[in-house]
């Protein structure tokens, strides 16, 4: 078949079948619907503050379901949401989902050791998938997920919202045309002054808790997205000094990413400590963004002069509408599964490093 005819039969085999050109899998697009439904799974700070309340503001999703593992949170968000009894799940009903049409998309929110098995139950039910960052707990949980992803011909998306930021995707555009020149050197940090309950899942090494997992993705992402490299070879230094509160994670992180060419990135996360800027020099210039990874107010200056200005779009809104875009369309979504799963790779090698008294190592 040429390609002509091919796009020809495309168009006639209707929405059901979605093909993309960068080897993206053929996806099952759901058919004439205005507004895709998502069911937020796991109903935490992060659902109930900034996911739900985005959901109102988009246009190509809406809140259609639940699942949760606390009966007394159900009546709260029917209610506020107008959800009705047939859309709500829990843990161990939630594969139902694969007999209800108003759900298309499975939006993961758990903690990050439930990341994999519950995007896998999604999959496996023929929604699309929606996983939080990080990704999941090691290099084996993201591929099992991208694979049950790819089997199951449903889109999986990795909800690191900095990447469906205007200024954000400014100085990717900067990156990748070399407007100040070439990248030479790459600082970000992220991290906040936080205590953490005694019990808190990201106090727990066994439910991918720690600075690195939860803080440290962002400044890794982030040398990722700007110079739109992959890096050869990491370092890094784990540290905690309040082991009370955190008795097998790090508190801290600091590590270094070389990326072919020579060209090394410098990355600091914390619980600790406030910290919110990515920093890039170039031969001809330099650019930052500071905050980088706040909810709203991301704005950056450049060595031109140039002010980007903070965007006022609730964040969230824009990267599940963006999301469900791609999906609607068939086309590959900004931040795929393989995204989270190079940053995933990277956490786990600076993990090795930091155990081998901070060599380098491959990755
Ligand atoms: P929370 O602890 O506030 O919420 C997690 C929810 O998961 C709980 O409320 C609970 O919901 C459910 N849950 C199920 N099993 C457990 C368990 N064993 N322990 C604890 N909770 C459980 O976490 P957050 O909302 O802050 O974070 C959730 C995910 O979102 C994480 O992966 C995090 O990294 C990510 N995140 C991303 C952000 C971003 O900007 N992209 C920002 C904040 C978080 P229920 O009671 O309904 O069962």
């Known amino acids: 078949m040429n390609n002509i005819s091919r796009k020809n039969f495309l168009i006639k085999a209707g929405s059901a079948l979605a093909v993309s ?14 507004k895709l439904g998502v069911a937020l799974v796991g109903l935490g700070n992060y659902a109930t503050n900034w ?46 989902v694969a007999d209800n049409d108003d759900i298309d998309v499975v939006y993961i929110v758990l903690p990050n050791h439930m990341h994999a098995e519950y995007s896998i139950i999604g999959a496996k039910a023929g929604k699309h998938v929606w996983c939080e960052k990080p990704m999941a707990m090691d290099e084996a949980e993201c591929q099992a997920m991208i694979d049950a992803a790819n089997k199951n011909r449903v889109q999986l998306t990795i909800g690191y919202r900095m990447q469906h930021e205007p200024n954000t995707q400014t100085i990717i555009r900067y990156g990748k045309e070399q407007t100040y020149g070439a990248i030479t050197k790459m600082e970000s940090g992220g991290g906040f002054s936080g205590n953490f309950e ?55 992180a600091v590590f270094e990413l070389k990326f072919p060419g020579g060209l090394k990135a410098y990355g600091e996360c914390s619980f600790a400590e406030g910290m919110n800027y990515l920093d890039i020099e170039c031969t001809d210039g330099w650019y930052n963004l500071r905050p980088f990874l706040s ?9 031109s002069g140039t002010q980007l200005p903070p965007d006022p779009a609730h964040q969230q809104a824009r ?21 989270g799963l190079a940053d995933v790779r990277i956490v786990r090698a600076i993990m090795k490093s930091s155990d081998k008294g901070e060599e380098w190592v491959e990755v």
């Open 295 to 303: 909810y709203s107010g991301v704005r950056g200056e450049t060595s």
């Open 51 to 96: 996911l739900a309340p985005g959901l109102l503001e988009t246009e190509h999703c809406e809140l259609r379901g639940i699942v949760t593992g606390s009966p007394e949170k159900i009546p709260v968000w029917q209610e506020r949401y107008g959800i009705p009894d047939g859309n709500v799940y829990n843990y161990q009903t939630m594969h139902k």
């Open 319 to 339: 990267q599940m509408d963006n999301d469900a875009l791609a999906i609607k369309e068939g086309t590959p979504p900004i931040v795929p599964g393989e995204d």
């Open 198 to 252: 005694e019990g808190a899942w990201r106090t727990f090494a066994a439910k991918g808790g720690g600075a690195l997992y939860d803080m440290g993705v962002y400044p890794i992402n982030a040398f990722r997205y700007s110079s739109g490299m992959e890096p050869v070879a990491v370092k890094g230094r784990l540290t905690t000094e309040r082991t009370e509160m955190f008795p097998d994670v790090d508190e801290a």
């Open 21 to 34: 050109s960068f080897g993206f899998p053929n996806i099952i697009t759901p058919k004439k619907k205005e």
